[in-house]
């Protein structure tokens, strides 16, 4: 009979989790991204609470329960679960989330959010059965650097320079820019304010950002890309590495500013994105998209290959739900 208590962050169990994500998600980034993003810097007030399923001593499956930050009201909380294949439909999943409910008792709720891939049948029927309601669908892509053929784009450069626009590794703007912390903090917000997110975000102060965004472990300056008009910081491009895949590059946000769009721009900065990745060694670049972003065109048009799509859910709940 199986148990279910919180994890214990030793090298044993990183190892079990790491297996479970394998064998449950075949390399959906969506679950590991969400998985490692709550070991990265947070705000000590912020709830992030991880439990394991327990079976005669082998670890069989796994949560983890996080409020995110970055939303206007109190009282909501995102979760994801994956079980071992071999162990599903044994009420694992049904055990954790019950679980995960006591734990939130006492505390502000009125939203629970989760995710699952289209593929992932019987999550979603999970979810469902819980009354859980799909609100956005994500499309994922991945490339594979090695077949990539720059030549194909070679008048992208020729255009940026007709237009005074160039685009720099973050690490050389920041030579040029000393306020290159505030700047890609400013440029950040104006994107995100235009970005199909599930819910409306808050903006992190700008001391938060130093700490959550350029404190990450993953933060590598020079995988981010920013695009230059004169003085003026008018895009960006990030890149940063999945922990444990060290084939493959997360290819986040991609933006242009208003005044700035359909002039090449966003792609200039994918290029580089995708050639430094190249020079880095990685084989592949997984990213998302919203459901009708343009990137995600732009995406197909570079070269990315669809995968099945990531799909949100949500659930306006009470704790005694």
Request: some cysteine.
């Amino acid at each position: 009979m199986f148990r279910i208590r919180p994890f214990e962050r030793t090298e044993t169990e990183n190892k079990a989790i790491a297996e479970i994500q394998s064998a449950a998600w075949s390399n959906c980034l969506n679950s590991v991204a969400v998985w490692n993003h709550t070991d990265s810097p947070r705000d000590s007030r912020s709830l992030v609470q991880r439990f394991v399923a327990v079976d005669q001593g082998t670890i069989v499956g796994l949560a983890v329960l996080v409020e995110p930050e970055r939303h206007v009201a109190q009282g909501k909380y995102n979760f994801s679960i994956a079980v071992r294949p071999d162990h599903q439909g044994r009420g694992i999943g049904s055990a954790i989330y019950r679980r995960m409910l006591q734990t939130l008792a006492g505390r502000p709720l009125y939203k629970l959010t989760s995710g699952t891939s289209e593929d992932k049948q019987h999550a979603i029927r999970f979810l469902n059965r819980f009354g859980f309601r799909q609100v956005m669908r994500e499309s994922l892509s991945c490339l594979d650097v090695t077949d990539f053929d720059a030549a194909r784009f070679a008048g992208v450069w020729e255009q940026m320079a007709r237009q005074g626009i160039q685009v720099l590794p973050l690490t050389r703007a920041a030579m040029t820019f000393p306020d290159w912390q505030r700047r890609i903090w400013n440029l950040d917000w104006e994107l995100e304010q235009d970005s199909l997110a599930p819910a409306p975000l808050v903006r992190l102060p700008f001391e938060k950002f130093q700490r959550f965004v350029l404190g990450r472990a993953d933060f590598n300056p020079a995988a981010w890309f920013v695009a230059l008009d004169s003085d003026r910081w008018v895009g960006v491009c990030r890149l940063m590495n999945l922990p444990g895949e060290p084939d493959t590059l997360y290819h986040g946000l991609t933006g242009v500013v208003r005044s700035h769009r359909r002039h090449g721009i966003a792609t200039a900065l994918k290029i580089s994105a995708i050639e430094y990745a190249w020079q880095a060694g990685a084989k592949f670049i997984e990213t998302e998209n919203g459901e009708h972003n343009p990137m995600y065109t732009l995406n197909l048009k570079l070269g990315f290959q669809p995968q099945p799509a990531w799909l949100h859910f949500e659930k306006e709940v009470s704790v005694a739900s």
